[in-house]
Nanobody
Framework: QVQLVESGGGLVQPGGSLRLSCAASGSIFGINAMNWYRQAPGKQRELVAV???????NYGDSVKGRFTISRDNSKNTVYLQMNSLKPEDTAVYFCNAVRTSLGRNSYWGQGTQVTVSS
């Protein structure tokens, strides 16, 4: 199993920045991609950012140009740098790991709350 622990959430003013971290542990070998999702109350879960094992990245349209996903393989940690935050970015942010060997396996962290408000 893979354990994922998010951190770095909190309260920030509009226009501010936060950096989320996702630390992975357990059977982490062979992870194909790491993702950030977010979900606001009463809304659908939204894919925010993706980073593959090869280092390529993709972003949801709503965060392009503002968010950056990166990783530090030595620390088994993925980051989400969030700049120019807007109130509509308020959500619980979840880290997700995918491994496709022997079928698709998906793992989730517990989530970290991000609130963008004055």
């Amino acid at each position: 199993q893979v354990q994922l622990v998010e951190s770095g959430g909190g309260l920030v003013q509009p226009g501010g920045s936060l950096r989320l971290s996702c630390a992975a542990s357990g059977s982490i070998f062979g992870i194909n991609a790491m993702n950030w999702y977010r979900q606001a109350p009463g809304k659908q879960r939204e894919l925010v950012a993706v980073i593959t094992s090869g280092g390529s990245t993709n972003y949801g349209d709503s965060v392009k140009g503002r968010f950056t996903i990166s990783r530090d393989n030595s620390k088994n940690t993925v980051y989400l740098q969030m700049n120019s935050l807007k109130p509509e970015d308020t959500a619980v942010y979840f880290c997700n790991a995918v491994r496709t060997s022997l079928g698709r396996n998906s793992y989730w962290g517990q989530g970290t709350q991000v609130t963008v408000s004055s």
